[in-house]
């Protein structure tokens, strides 16, 4: 397993999984792939998973490891906004910038 360093970094490894996974409504993937693909302990992933649901970029159903896991279309807006003007940028402080647009408009 990969060393994880933070939270953010974390959370752009699901992110990216589930857009190579195509996993948007309808096209879940199953929490036990997910980890998997992920290469994140279960410490990271569970610390990861849980801010991504709470903040709303990903959605699923309970069942452990029998769960499942897709994008929703603000995760999916946030993965874009990541990789594609800040490749470099973590995902928590592209999610506050996008925060802070939000609120200017």
């Known amino acids: ?7 953010a970094q974390c ?3 699901i992110l990216d999984v589930l ?3 195509g996993a948007v ?3 879940a993937i199953k929490v036990e792939d997910l980890i998997a693909a992920s290469e994140l302990s279960d410490s ?3 610390r990861a998973d849980t801010y991504l649901l709470q903040a ?3 959605d699923g159903t309970m069942g452990g490891r029998n769960g499942v896991r897709w994008l929703t279309p603000a995760g999916v807006e946030l993965h874009q906004a990541t990789k594609a003007s800040h ?8 999610h506050l910038n996008l925060h802070k647009s939000l609120k200017r408009q």
């Open 1 to 7: 397993m990969a060393q994880e360093t933070n939270i």
């Open 11 to 13: 959370a752009s490894k």
């Open 19 to 21: 857009i190579e996974g």
């Open 25 to 27: 409504a309808g096209y």
């Open 44 to 46: 990271g992933f569970d």
């Open 56 to 58: 709303g970029y990903i």
């Open 87 to 94: 490749p470099s940028t973590d995902i928590h402080a592209t």
